[in-house]
């Protein structure tokens, strides 16, 4: 099966707080990409990362961060000292060679508050 | 490069009218897709193809048909719609096979079945 599990609907925190965004998911596929994504309430998607099964490491972008561990099969998203512009939907997705399909978790709502 | 361009952005249609969606990418990319978005759903995998003149279902294909005659193009047909079908369509493409990049998305269409 090929499913991507975000549990956290909506999180609300105060700027500057950190928040880590969840993400599970299950394949059956030894080779496949995970990726985030941004929905802003303007709501075009705006791609964050992508991270193939071969390369746990984890990666930094200014105040965000990923960490991917495959003993878990999660890829959860750390948003450093939250700024308001933050506020958005994130979509943690899944690509997998053996389904040849791009699948997306329910998205989580993250709510920053001034 | 104008990416993936689709229209219409916004259309209302009443309950067993047919439309299509139109979908073009200028990045000559092989695999394209099709996506709705609903409150709480995530985006959901209607229809995809891996090239011109192969298409699959996705998660969600009842009620939509696909075809994929060029490279550029991928439009997607609704034959009777049903209020159900209210929702945010989105379009992507990306690079395949070999090594799948990330989707690029079109803004999305806003459809209405009254």
């Known amino acids: 099966a090929q499913k991507v599990t975000q549990a956290q609907t909506e999180i609300s925190v105060v700027e500057k707080e950190d928040v880590t965004l969840d993400c599970v998911y299950e394949?059956?596929?030894?080779?496949?990409?995970l990726f985030w994504y941004k929905q802003p309430p303007s709501g075009e998607l705006v791609f964050l990362i992508r991270?193939?099964?071969?390369?746990?490491q984890n990666e930094i972008s200014g105040r965000y961060s990923w960490n991917f561990q495959k003993s878990t099969s999660s890829f959860n998203f750390t948003i450093t000292a939250s700024q308001v512009v933050d506020s958005a939907v994130y979509f943690c997705?899944?690509?997998?060679?053996?389904?040849?399909?791009?699948?997306f978790g329910a998205g989580t709502r993250l709510a920053v508050h001034p | 490069n104008a990416g993936v361009t689709q229209t219409p952005k916004f259309q209302v249609l009443k309950t067993g009218q047919s439309m299509t969606l139109q979908c073009a990418q200028d990045?000559?990319?092989?695999?394209m897709s099709w996506y709705r978005q609903d409150p709480g759903m995530g985006l959901r995998l209607i229809h995809y193809?891996?090239?011109?003149?192969?298409?699959d279902q996705g998660e969600v294909p009842n009620g939509y048909n696909v075809s994929r005659s060029t490279t550029e193009d991928f439009p997607l047909r609704l034959l009777s719609a049903a209020p159900s079908q209210t929702s945010v369509y989105f379009c992507?493409?990306?690079?395949?096979?070999?090594?799948?990049?990330?989707?690029?998305f079109g803004q999305g269409t806003r459809l209405t079945v009254v």
């Open positions: 992507a493409s990306s690079s395949f096979p070999g090594r799948y990049t990330e989707a690029f």
């Open positions: 193809s891996v090239g011109a003149g192969i298409t």
């Open positions: 997705a899944h690509f997998g060679g053996g389904y040849n399909k791009l699948i």
């Open positions: 990045m000559n990319h092989e695999y």
């Open positions: 991270r193939n099964s071969f390369d746990e």
């Open positions: 394949t059956r596929d030894t080779t496949y990409y």
